[in-house]
């Protein structure tokens, strides 16, 4: 692995599985010193012990916690260059019919409350960087950014609202020279504990395998370390002309109609 | 990085501009480069680039518009490498003026390099990069160069505009046939900003000609530094370098996708 991350300090939020676990792993690979949160204790200091990387217990919506973690940070790296706003959640979801109240509370939270925190406290570190402002912001957000599902509607719905976030940050950021990127990542299907939980609780784990596999023409789910190389480019300093991006990544589950 | 070693790569206008950066940039991932152009091969400058390049690159006299160079191309390089891994549809230019008063062969010639150009690139190195890409984890890769001017308007621009859209939805055409029938060949588009390349310049020079346009090239590239969000006109090597992205194994699961690299020009 090339090391374009050398000297680079990375904030990952959700880190302890999924897509922001094998980030951990392929930000660390390129040379970068990672820092990541979640809720996963046990998780986190099997990945912690495998790749150096520091471990920090907040929650992402928790607006109180987020200025001691930058502390903690700043105490531990002295310094901020990466940040993935990764941690997602679709607990609690449902259709507009029968959504409660708290499943779209605890959703609007962490996606969209919980990235507009992750976002802005990266910024700030960023912006007080030694030897001057700069840094890449990746907020990930889904595909269902661009095709809705109907009974995951609190999803759809906060994965749409974090790319205008994206924009709307990325132009602030570019507009006031601060030399801070910020993009949008819209992933397909990726085979993580959370879609192979779902998939394992549904009436019928074989129909929905296949159901899940079908939404790509290429017929079959993205598997995690497929979407850290487009995390890891954005990130590094090959990237400095792109900002206020939405890179798909998909599999061409959106290009289009399949057709029949 | 060297994520390219044993691939071959062909890149069409690769003389020069953003192409040339593409050429730069896979040659140093480790890739085989083809070079196609219209300069005949025997052509100082062809020469020249070739001696600079080294060993890994090589060239090939292809006018993308014309069905027969793309037929004895895909000949050659199969004949010679023996697989394709990697297409870069690059050859474009620009037309401009207001519709009213553009000549027809204007706008057919635009449409003819900027578009017909990749599907004629596309039809012809299929069979040979469907062998190819499978045996490789990522597949084949064909990325087309596409523009901002794919995805938004802009004043007196009206065949590029249309030519870099139709660039765009090729792109994603296609990706979706070759999923679809379990071809491995992924297809992605690439949306440059404003690239400091030749075509720009010789662009803001054209214009810069017109009186009633009253600044100097310089002064139009100037503004264009300044109406980029993060300040400044993007560089040719930060194009190839999204390039030599989608044409590795770390865009495995990317097709369909489009790459905008324009400094948040289009996220206004
Ligand atoms: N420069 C920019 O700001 C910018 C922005 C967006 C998109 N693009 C696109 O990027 C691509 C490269 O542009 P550039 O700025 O490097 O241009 P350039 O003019 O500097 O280089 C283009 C190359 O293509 C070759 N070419 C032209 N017609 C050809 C044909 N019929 N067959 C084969 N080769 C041919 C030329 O000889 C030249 O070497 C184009 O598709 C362009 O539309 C450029």
Known sequence: MSKRLEGKVALITGGTSGIGAATVRRLVDEGAKVAFTGSNAEAAAKLCAETGASFHAVRVQDADAWPKL??????????LDIAFANAGTEAGDGSIENISIEGWNNIVAVNQTGVMLTVQHAMRAMKANPGGSGGAIIVNSSM????AMGNFMAYSVTK???????????????LTGTKIRVNAILPGVVETAMITNLIEHSAD???????????????????????????????????????????????????????? | MKRLQGRVALVTGGLRGIGGATVDRLLDEGAVVIIADLKPASDEVVQATLQRLG?????????????????????????DFGRLDILVGNAGIDGVGSVDTMPYETWKRVMAVNIDGLFLGTKYFAPLMTETGAKTR???????????????????????????????????????????????????SV?????????????????????????????????????????????????AAGIAFLASDDASFMTGSELVIDGGWTAQ
């Not at chain 1, 395998?209 to 487009?230: Q, W």
């Not at chain 2, 690159?57 to 895909?74: G, I």
């Not at chain 2, 139009?220 to 300044?226: F, I, N, V, Y």
């Open chain 1, 70 to 79: 930058m502390e903690e940070l700043h105490t531990l790296y002295g310094r």
């Open chain 1, 144 to 147: 269902n950014a661009l095709r």
């Open chain 1, 160 to 174: 749409s609202a974090v790319i205008a976030l994206t924009k709307s940050a990325a132009l602030h950021c570019a």
């Open chain 1, 205 to 260: 784990p074989v129909a929905t395998r296949a159901a899940y596999e079908s939404l790509s023409p290429m017929k079959r789910m993205a598997k995690v370390n497929e979407i850290t190389g487009l995390v890891a480019f954005l990130s590094s300093d090959e990237a400095a002309f792109i900002s206020g991006s939405e890179y798909v990544i998909d599999g061409a589950s959106t290009a289009g109609m399949q057709g029949v």
């Open chain 2, 55 to 79: 060993q890994a690159s090589s060239y090939v006299q292809l006018n993308v518009t014309s069905e027969a160079d793309w037929q004895s191309a895909a000949e050659t390089v199969r004949r």
């Open chain 2, 138 to 188: 990522g597949g084949a890769s064909i990325i087309n160069i596409s523009s901002i001017m794919g995805m938004v308007g802009w004043v007196d621009a009206s065949p590029y505009n249309a030519s870099k859209g139709a660039a765009r939805l090729f792109t994603k055409a296609t990706a979706l046939e070759f999923a679809r029938k379990g071809i491995p060949i992924r297809v992605n």
């Open chain 2, 191 to 239: 949306h440059p900003g404003f690239i400091r390349t030749p075509l720009l310049q010789e662009g803001m020079d054209r214009a810069a000609e017109d009186p009633s346009v009253g600044a100097t090239a310089q002064d139009m590239l100037a503004t264009l530094d300044q109406g980029t969000p993060i300040g400044r006109i993007g560089e040719a090597s930060e194009i």
